[in-house]
Nanobody, 118 residues
């Protein structure tokens, strides 16, 4: 299946910032909701933030006030600005895009590692 392409992960000190980007290839049409998930070491994948095509947003309680999700519909791109990063934010971050063409289809990125450590 077609994959989304993520970038922007890395190692950052506590209190630092990172910006993740995710591009959906042009072969994916009629993208609706887009989102970022993360999977901390030894834990299940969890929703971090989501954004509708109309730019309504939703955040996990743990990141409210620190993370901002945004999107550029013309570029099929979604971003995650992460500020005041904490060690508990360490995880592999995955981009998700949903299309509805008769049925729901989820597309995923390959994941990008974010490590918060001094």
């Amino acid at each position: 299946q077609v994959q989304l392409v993520e970038s922007g992960g890395g190692l950052v000190q506590p209190g630092g910032s990172l910006r993740l980007s995710c591009v959906a290839p042009g072969s994916i049409f009629s993208i609706g909701d887009m989102a970022w998930y993360r999977q901390p070491p030894g834990k299940q994948r969890e929703l971090v933030a989501a954004i509708t095509r109309g730019r309504t947003t939703n955040y996990a309680d743990s990141v409210k006030g620190r993370f901002t999700i945004s999107r550029d519909n013309a570029k099929n791109t979604v971003y995650l600005q992460m500020n005041s990063l904490q060690p508990g934010d360490t995880a592999v971050y995955y981009c998700n895009a949903v299309t509805w063409l008769g049925k729901r289809v989820d597309y995923w990125g390959q994941g990008t590692q974010v490590t918060v450590s001094s």
